[in-house]
């Protein structure tokens, strides 16, 4: 399978970023979608089978994100307020507690840090996911405090059902070791198994808008209540599907829900108490500038990502920044020049593309807020 190693380092600028790359060698995800490929046998999260050969790193596949960074200080930006909900932090086994309450299921998933099932609660059958982190396995200090922030960061996005657009979770069981969330279940795949199965052909504009303005409007309310998700990629993103839904028809727009928040960070609420975040964090493809060039960056970097997001869907699955190596896609990222070509946008109108290029502006003060999103249409 192919991964990403992660850094050990607070990579500050592009030249130290050379220098580790060159001294600290990644492998890169490459992998070169063919029809063969795509009809052949994948698993629940639709990872390509090993076997398969890497020809194309600029075509859209799964890659683990780069989280380097030190966990936010208490303090940084005030204290993170305690979120509504149910929230089990006690002495005891947890995880015999979770036992009790819900019926666990299959594995669905897995992730970075922990594994997925299904759950139900025994006491009214609803349907649930559960992820289970055992924080005593992980060896890195910044892996256990990222996966000790992560149910705590993704209450507050969801605001308490407020943002439908986010998985909410529902109860938190954690002890010295396990940490336990209980979320929503989604019915269906991500948008990266939803684009995958075109087989290149790209997503039809109008479907396309809806699905960037649902991003935009789970991203904004995230921004509102001081959560940056910055891992904002299709991967991250769920169809929620009924059985009589008609997203698998090829001009309709699924459901989609914004997920896993492992990369998060709270900036504090308000936007007189708003901080920053830094560090090198985000998946290589998707990440804004601001982060690959160091220094403290806001949450205009969801919406950055969010326009690549919108770039693979009409383009069917075609990446704007790419690279045969890590640093080259960070320097085409850095580079910017966003291009559109005709033979994979003949199609896609001027409103979409406008609207592209303004997500994806490297001038961070006239890149448009993921609220300033929601008010341009296209499609």
């Known amino acids: 399978m192919y991964y990403w190693e992660y850094f050990n380092v607070h990579i500050k600028n592009m030249a130290a970023l050379v220098v580790v790359l060159n001294w600290h060698p990644i492998r890169f995800a490459r992998t070169h979608l063919t029809q063969a490929q795509l009809s052949g046998r994948t698993g629940r999260t639709g990872a390509l089978e090993p076997t398969q050969s890497p020809r194309d790193p600029n075509i859209l596949r799964r890659a683990a994100p780069l989280n380097r960074r030190l966990p936010q200080a208490a303090g940084t930006h005030g204290t993170i307020p305690k979120p509504t909900g149910r929230d089990d932090e006690e002495t005891g086994s947890m995880s015999e507690q979770l036992g009790r309450e819900y019926e666990i299921g299959e594995e669905i998933g897995r992730g970075r840090f922990g594994v997925v099932r299904r759950c139900a609660s025994r006491a009214t059958g609803e349907p649930f996911a559960v992820k289970s982190v055992d924080r005593s396995a992980?060896?890195?200090?910044?892996?256990?405090?990222?996966?000790?922030?992560?149910?705590?960061?993704?209450?507050?996005?969801?605001?308490?059902?407020?943002?439908?657009?986010?998985?909410?979770?529902?109860?938190?069981?954690?002890?010295?070791?396990?940490?336990h969330t209980v979320m929503d279940l989604c019915t269906g795949p991500d948008l990266l198994d939803w684009v995958r199965l075109r087989r290149g052909a790209p997503v039809p504009e109008p479907a396309a808008a809806r699905v960037v303005a649902q991003l935009a409007e789970a991203l904004a309310g995230c921004h509102r209540a001081g959560v940056v998700h910055r891992d904002v990629k299709p991967d991250n993103v769920l169809l929620d599907l009924d059985d009589d839904d008609p997203a698998g028809e090829e001009d309709a727009a699924p459901r989609v829900r914004l997920a896993d928040f492992g990369s998060a960070s709270w900036l504090g609420a308000g936007a007189g108490g708003r901080g920053a975040a830094e560090g090198l964090v985000g998946t290589p493809h998707y990440v804004a500038p601001e982060v690959v060039a160091g220094g403290e960056y806001g949450e205009k970097?969801?919406?950055?990502?969010?326009?690549?997001?919108?770039?693979?869907?009409?383009?069917?699955?075609?990446?704007?920044?790419?690279?045969?190596?890590?640093?080259?896609?960070?320097a085409a990222v850095l580079r910017g020049g966003l291009r559109f070509p005709p033979?994979?946008?003949?199609?896609?109108?001027?409103?979409?593309?406008?609207?592209?290029?303004?997500?994806?502006?490297?001038?961070v003060s006239r890149r448009l807020s993921a609220e300033q999103v929601l008010r341009k249409s296209f499609g």
Request: aromatic residues 8%; hydrophobic residues 50%.
């Open 138 to 179: 992980l060896a890195d200090d910044l892996d256990r405090a990222l996966a000790g922030l992560e149910p705590k960061l993704a209450r507050l996005a969801g605001a308490g059902g407020a943002n439908p657009g986010v998985v909410q979770v529902r109860a938190v069981f954690e002890d010295e070791a396990w940490t």
């Open 343 to 363: 033979a994979l946008f003949a199609g896609v109108s001027p409103a979409a593309k406008d609207l592209m290029r303004r997500m994806m502006c490297r001038d």
């Open 301 to 330: 970097v969801d919406v950055w990502s969010a326009g690549v997001v919108a770039y693979a869907l009409l383009s069917g699955g075609a990446l704007p920044f790419g690279g045969e190596t890590p640093a080259e896609v960070f």
